[in-house]
């Protein structure tokens, strides 16, 4: 990258800056016209100057042939003007002032557009660039780079950037210029008293530079020092569980209190220097006229100098310190951002970033791979030039499946690295079919070979999005008409040197997992699930997902019928009692007080189950039913219940957690109500005390809870309330809550809880399984369970696959690497999480699959190598032996001593 | 059943017979009543033992494992407790107890029956006076049948 902002800047901004610098140089006439005018109308539109009796005119804007005089020896008139009375002229000369008030405007904003777009572009150049070497970093550098600081870097650091840009040229021109007529001015009224003020200027610009010389310093170890901040959070975020399990949280703090301490000792230098400069700044700024008004007017005194001169000027030098001062605070800016570019893109030049040629768009993936892979003295060196791989020769055919064994250390993972095209032999030669792996271009890297490691990442977004990863190496069908970037987006993007990839395009190559298109993909997706055995993950997955009917109606209208369906599977192995469903005109004992009254699935936070007690719609109904007081009297006796029975525990036992209604924080509180309650009845207790009375009852189930609270008579009245609760909902807020209908989809609840169209009755033995099952039934014979699982396909795998165990982690990555079909699979140890059968069993699938299609393997266990065509046995780095499994364990050999060892 | 009768129905098993009612209203309170259809089982012979149950309503079987099938040894009903010697011992279960009618049970699991115990001291005296109790009637049976030899 170009080392020099300057050069940087007007590499790629000549044309605009030219174009700015023009358009400022139009607008000074203007600009000196609107100085003018004032004078002109106080003098003659006012005061009437050549108005000399009344019914006099005067021509207005009569326009003299610039420097005619001085060409032609005599003014020529090139416009006679329009010959106005007194008060017309005023009015003239003010609209003018108005106008030029609006052209100066014009030009100002046209100018700060121009300036602003011309330094967001230039940003945006910038920061593509810098991302871009980030996917051009090697491997091994991208892993000792700090992800949180390259952000800050690429975020905030080149952000002052973008503001200066536009000034880059414009500003010292247009400082300079101003500053030199003033300075000529001056010169010219008095020669001697213009030298004065001109050693002054340069005593100013030689001075403060260097003043400003250390705080520049500063600020380049402020940038580095904040940076190393954002990497130090980072870490810390990163590393949350150790930290927290090792007790090292104070530690943490004292890094960070004496981080934050030097950036503070170093922003408050910086302060203090700042100030001092300003001030001898504004001192000498002040020397000038003191000079003046001392020496040029002893030399009036004296006679040497007429008093008018001397007023001029001081007059003029009025005009000269703010551009002077503007001019070298625009080199301390200059010196600034050319730190801080400096200070990032030192971070992204490297010798050996990856060609563009390689990751190039327009490259093909090629035939597919045939021959040999030949490995002759292959090494790799780490950065300190320790070999990984030491000079190891094999020759092995790219359909051959070869299992890589050895202990962690022995250079079997770098060994995969290479042959994934990740990693750059140090020395020797990997070629595949007489291509050397290093030099092919991405295309073939990336799509014919597949590689899957122990810790594959997984992006935010769906499973689907994340199996479909593998597919989009670039844009294959343009995006329907309203999603594309319009011409002009491209236009801008092409201006700032971004590619011109539609983010919104079909990315996804279906022909390469084997499908047709986005229509049948799907099942290609579903049967790399059940290869990798992940059906049953997601199919649970896609119980607990929910779907919107307007978009899929007859999803929805098959789990409606899978709805019926249970109810009669389960009538008819006499397990109604299993489910209680919901009916709009009973109560149901198996859910809490809240869902109750609610019926239905809560759309808006207020109205979530924990949050009702507080619902002020809730209230009211519940103040017209009638229902205040016994709620109030309810949560009185679970108050009671709850006093009674966690009086003896010690605060923080986990009972409280897992079955109390109040806190054992509160329950101090509780006690004193109870008391109260016990002496004078709830008449004698306060608001606040009511209000949290009040609210216990909320997450109340009978079924669960056996308190006795809710009787027949009770039950009536809460599906009272739940119909005027719904009435004055639907009239109030109708998005807030999708109710239970007997017959509907309800949008906001899980497919399973629209299946179930019910809760589980509180304490039947065997109830999960029992309903578990049925339901797994009746999908299957309705056909559903694809649609269930395609729903499970939009799971949220959450920041790096969290939300996934590990193992659905690995199988997953192991899934997207299967499903782009490539001709050869590298696993490094792929699916070492899972336990042995599972992993024989996938290995044996997978290889059973790939017959003809080439697999390397790096084994955790060595004994599975059996399965494989050839091993490899690899230790401190050399390939120690080669053969079938046959031949390496007929006779004594190292592969024999590794299995033994496990 | 309000928890106030189940608490009722805890008082009449000699382990919990002297206990404070409140401790027993939160043991159950904690627990899950768990009803099971007749033929269905508790818990089977081998199993590890996670839960003790208290019948509440109805009778349940208690069956060996013998070689010609399954061999019904006993059978509980109201207010007696079952499966207590596999969490105490942490031992597996040496029978098959399955439902004989419509069974309702109070099930104390393992973690809050040694929860309680840790937490009210005067509990585990209880229980061990209870055990100490069964030891010497088996003893003492033990004594007679080497007498009567």
Redesign the interface.
């Known amino acids: 990258m170009e080392p020099n902002i300057f050069k940087y800047v007007w590499r790629h901004s000549r044309s605009e800056q030219v174009a700015i610098l023009l358009i400022v140089l139009a607008s000074l006439p203007f600009y000196y016209l609107s100085l003018n005018l004032p004078k002109q109308i106080v003098n003659e539109g006012i005061q009437g100057q050549g108005f000399d009796q009344p019914g006099a005119t005067q021509p207005f804007f009569a326009f003299d042939l610039p420097f005619g005089e001085a060409v032609f020896g005599h003014a020529v008139r090139l416009f006679d003007g329009i010959d106005l009375t007194q008060p017309d002229m005023l009015l003239a000369l003010s609209f003018s002032f108005l106008g030029l008030v609006l052209v100066n405007g014009i030009f100002k904003l046209v100018i700060n557009t121009r300036k602003g777009r011309l330094g967001e572009r230039l940003l945006r150049r910038l920061r593509f660039e810098l991302s871009d070497r980030i996917l051009r970093f090697p491997l091994p550098h991208l892993r000792r780079v700090k992800p949180s600081e390259m952000a800050t870097m690429i975020k905030d650091e080149v952000e002052p950037l973008g503001g200066f840009i536009g000034d880059a040229f414009a500003t010292p021109l247009f400082l300079g210029g101003q500053a030199a007529t003033a300075m000529l001015f001056i010169m010219v009224q008095s020669f001697w008293l213009g030298l004065v003020a001109a050693a002054v200027v340069l005593l100013q610009s030689y001075l403060i530079p260097r003043l400003r010389r250390r705080i520049l310093e500063l600020g380049r170890e402020r940038q580095l020092t904040a940076r190393q901040l954002a990497g130090r959070i980072g870490e810390i975020i990163d590393g949350g569980v150790e930290v927290q399990a090792h007790d090292a949280t104070n530690y943490e703090r004292a890094d960070l209190a004496a981080r934050l301490g030097r950036i503070f000792h170093i922003r408050f230098e910086i302060y203090q220097r700042k100030f001092f400069v300003k001030f001898v700044n504004n001192l000498l700024a002040q020397l000038t006229p003191f000079m003046f008004y001392a020496g040029g007017g002893l030399l009036a005194i004296s006679g040497r100098l007429d008093i008018g001169a001397l007023v001029a000027v001081i007059a003029a030098y009025k005009d000269l310190p703010s551009p002077i001062k503007e001019l070298i605070d625009w080199d301390q800016q200059r010196l600034d951002v050319q730190i801080k570019y400096e200070q990032v893109i030192d971070q992204f030049q490297l010798p050996q970033l990856i060609d563009p040629a390689r990751q190039s768009v327009d490259n093909d993936p090629g035939p597919p791979l045939a021959g040999d892979i030949v490995a002759s003295a292959l090494t790799l060196l780490d950065e300190n030039d320790q070999p990984l791989v030491r000079s190891v020769n094999f020759t092995a055919g790219v359909t051959d499946h070869l299992a890589v064994v050895g202990q962690s250390g022995s250079g079997m993972e770098q060994l995969t690295y290479m042959l994934a095209g990740l990693v750059a032999p140090s020395s020797g030669a990997l070629r595949i079919g007489g291509r050397d792996v290093e030099r092919l271009p991405s295309a073939v890297t990336g799509r014919r070979i597949a590689y899957v490691g122990a810790n594959a990442y997984h992006f935010v977004g769906s499973l689907r999005d994340n199996l479909l990863y593998g597919l989009k190496h670039r844009p294959l069908r343009p995006p329907a008409s309203e999603q594309a970037l319009s011409p002009a987006a491209l236009a801008e993007a092409r201006r700032a040197g971004n590619p011109e990839f539609d983010i919104h395009a079909d990315w996804v190559d279906y022909a390469a997992a084997g499908a047709t298109g986005a229509d049948d993909i799907t099942e290609h997706l579903i049967e790399m699930l059940a290869v990798v055995e992940l059906k049953d993950d997601v199919y649970r997955f896609g119980l607990t997902g929910t779907i919107d009917p307007s978009r899929r109606p007859e999803a929805a209208e098959g789990i409606l019928r899978a709805r019926a369906a249970l109810m009669d599977r389960l009538d008819d192995g ?1 397990h109604e009692d299993l489910v209680v469903h919901f009916e709009a005109d009973s109560y149901n004992h198996n859910a809490s007080i809240a869902e109750n009254l609610l019926f239905g699935t809560p759309r808006v936070p207020s109205f979530a189950s924990g949050a009702l007690a507080r619902n002020a719609t809730v209230a009211t109904v519940l103040r017209e039913e009638g229902l205040l007081e016994d709620f109030v009297q309810m949560g009185v006796t679970i108050a009671k ?1 709850m006093v ?7 605060p923080g ?3 409280f957690e ?2 109390s209604f109040i806190g054992d924080d509160d329950l101090p509180e509780f006690r004193a109500i109870v008391a109260r309650v016990d002496k004078a009845g709830t008449a004698a207790l306060d608001p606040a005390a009511r209000q949290l009375l009040l609210g216990l009852p909320f997450s109340y189930v009978e079924a ?5 609270l809710v009787d027949d008579a009770m039950a009536q009245r809460l599906v009272a309330a739940r119909h005027r609760l719904s009435e004055r909902l639907e009239r109030e807020s109708p998005n807030a809550v999708a109710f239970y209908r007997a017959d509907a989809y309800n949008a906001a609840a899980s497919l399973q809880d629209n299946i179930l169209f019910g809760r589980l009755a ?5 109830a999960e399984q029992v309903i578990g099952d049925a339901l797994a039934e009746v999908l299957d014979d309705l056909r559903l369970r694809e649609t269930v699982i395609e729903v499970g396909l939009d799971f949220n795998v959450g920041i790096g696959g969290s939300r996934l165990n590990a193992v659905q982690r690995q199988k997953l990555a192991l899934a997207r690497a299967l499903l782009k079909r490539p001709d050869l699979l590298v696993a490094n140890e792929a699916i070492s999480v899972l336990d042995g059968a599972g992993q024989n069993r996938l290995v044996e699938r997978i290889l059973d699959r790939r017959r003809g299609q080439g697999v390397i393997w790096t084994l955790q266990r060595p004994e599975m190598a059996a399965l494989f065509d050839s091993i490899l046995v690899m230790r401190d780095g050399r390939l120690v032996e080669q053969g079938s499994y046959d031949e390496l364990t007929g006779r004594d050999s190292a592969f024999k001593g590794l299995v033994a060892a496990e | 059943m309000s928890i106030d009768q189940e608490v009722e129905i805890l008082r009449r098993i000699p382990i919990f017979a002297k206990i404070d009612p409140a401790k027993l209203k939160l043991m159950a309170f904690a627990s899950e009543r768990v009803t099971y259809k007749p033929g269905q089982a508790l818990f089977r012979q081998g199993e590890r033992g996670e839960a003790a149950f208290i019948v509440l309503e109805g009778t349940a079987d208690v069956l060996i494992e013998a070689s010609d099938g399954p061999l019904r040894v006993a059978s509980l009903s109201e207010n007696e407790i079952i499966g207590e010697i596999a969490i105490l011992c942490d031992i597996p279960r040496t029978a098959t107890v399955q439902a004989a009618t419509e069974l309702v049970t109070l099930r104390i699991t393992a973690d809050l029956f040694f929860r309680m115990i840790m937490d009210f001291p005067e509990m585990g005296v209880e229980v061990m006076r209870v055990l100490a109790h069964r030891l010497e009637q088996t003893t003492a049976q033990l004594r007679q049948v080497q007498a009567a030899r």
Not at chain 1, 644 to 650: G, S, T, V
Not at chain 1, 762 to 766: L, N, T, V
């Open positions: 006499g219940t009674e029975i966690f009086a003896d525990l010690p036992h986990p009972f897992q079955f669960r809870h056996r308190l006795g509180f304490g039947q033995a065997g």
